[in-house]
């Protein structure tokens, strides 16, 4: 049975199944005793009339008058029947209603009790019978009622019980069912939310849901917003990848055209080695997130920082730049070392490729709350040219270059903000003092 719907109506059968049998069975119980305990009161007031119309004559005879007080008395098969009997139990006197009847003589009354009980004819008519607490002188007093008309009125009463039970029954399932229809709605509605994403008619879940269902709700546009930023990271992955490979290619394209220059082998070589690195780190990138970032080993920051400038000290020999690095002590940055090293390398990169001679790299961690790790505030300044204001949103796109002619990706400003973003931050384009761009890249503290 696979329908929550249908587990929890049978479920809810079952107990009222159990209730109402339990019910029954007690209320069945008590009408029984009920009905007893009024059949004996009935039978003890028609003894206490029969003894009271019994005369015994000074020669021990028992006198009882022709027509009794109570006239089923008098009618035959009426079902109420009395007797007499004396100590030897033999017959003294028989109401005319059991002419024809045997009735058994059973337990006979001992001196001061008083005895109330069933007995069944010779056709198997029930009897209720009842003694008196005592004897008169030496006679035994007897009087019986037929239960055919108490089984009677027990057996409607219980074919009343049942259909009332049934009915009411039926009754509570309907509503329980309208009820139950109710209270599932949210979990329909989540399924039919789930199948309009599946479609791509809707984004995520709504937030309307009852309390119960809020946390599953929120987890589960937890885990859509996951595969979906995990979805574009790889197709970020794979576009900043083409286009990492376009400068290197259109280099070696150059150079092949050139094959008379001197130096033509190693540049080559120094192009394909430039695109291996990219490879290696771009299909590396898709696997990891901010989760993994966030258990590794802090990066030695100045360490890297040093090894990246020396590098560029070595590919803008020809220009010289002056790359000044002013790095807080203690630093301690939490992150995938290659994006940090994709991080500050682009914009290194950038500047020292737009500057006029100088360059400023400044990293501090941006939080007076020691005990809040990770963190960082990268600033790297130039004297170049700058960015336009009108162009500094622009230049976050992917392919978007100012200067078709230098050579460059045309997405390191977007790689950068990607990396950015994906540790908590953002980055902010302004004009450095020192005349040209200023790039700031803030990540906040774990």
Not at 336 to 341: E, I, Q, T
């Amino acid at each position: 049975m696979s329908s929550l719907s249908a587990r929890l109506l049978v479920s809810v059968s079952v107990l009222m199944l159990f209730f109402f049998g339990v019910t029954i069975v007690v209320l069945d119980t008590a009408f029984r005793k009920a009905g007893e305990q009024a059949q004996e009161d009935i039978l003890d007031g028609h003894l206490m009339a029969l003894l009271a119309a019994a005369e015994a004559t000074d020669s021990g005879i028992l006198g009882m008058p022709p027509d009794m007080h109570e006239p089923r008395f008098g009618n035959i098969g009426s079902g109420l029947y009395a007797e007499i009997r004396d100590d030897d139990s033999v017959l003294v006197w028989r109401s005319r209603s059991a002419l024809g009847l045997e009735i058994p003589i059973g337990i006979v009354a001992e001196d001061g009790s008083h005895l109330f009980g069933e007995e069944a004819l010779a056709d198997g008519t029930p009897l209720q019978w009842e003694f008196p607490s005592g004897k008169l002188k030496r006679f035994v007093f007897k009087v019986a009622e037929s239960l055919d008309s108490f089984n009677l009125q027990l057996a409607k009463f219980r074919r009343q019980l049942f259909g009332w039970f049934a009915a009411v029954a039926l009754i509570m399932l309907f509503l329980i069912s309208v009820v139950m229809r109710r209270l599932l709605r949210p979990l329909r509605q989540i399924e039919t939310e789930i199948g309009a994403i599946e479609e791509g008619q809707r984004a995520s879940l709504s937030d309307e849901y009852p309390t119960e269902l809020a946390g599953v709700a929120r987890n589960m546009n937890l885990l859509i917003d996951s595969e979906r930023a995990r979805s574009n990271r790889y197709r970020h992955t794979l576009d900043n990848l083409a286009h990492s490979l376009k400068t290197p290619l259109a280099a070696m394209r150059a150079l092949l055209s050139d094959r008379d220059h001197a130096k033509f082998s190693g540049r080559f070589n120094e192009q394909i080695d430039r695109m291996d690195e990219i490879v290696r780190y771009q299909l590396r990138k898709p696997g990891a997130s901010v989760a993994d970032n966030l258990v590794l080993a802090p990066v030695q920051v100045a360490r890297e920082v040093n090894r990246l400038v020396d590098g560029l000290h070595k590919v803008y020999r020809d220009k010289h730049p002056s790359i000044d690095v002013e790095i807080e002590d203690d630093i301690s940055f939490r992150a995938d070392s290659g994006d940090f090293l994709e991080l500050v390398g682009n914009l290194l990169d950038n500047a020292c490729k737009w500057c006029d001679g100088r360059v400023r790299i400044t990293i501090g961690s941006g939080s007076v709350d020691r005990a809040a790790t990770g963190g960082m505030i990268l600033v790297v300044a130039d004297d170049g040219p700058g960015i336009p204001e009108v162009a500094a949103e622009a230049l976050l796109q992917r392919g978007t270059r100012l200067d078709e002619s230098t050579p460059g990706h045309g997405i390191g400003l977007a790689i950068v903000k990607d990396i950015a973003r994906a540790y908590g931050g953002d980055l902010t384009i302004d004009k450095s003092d020192l005349g040209g761009a200023e790039i700031t890249v803030t990540i906040p503290p774990i």
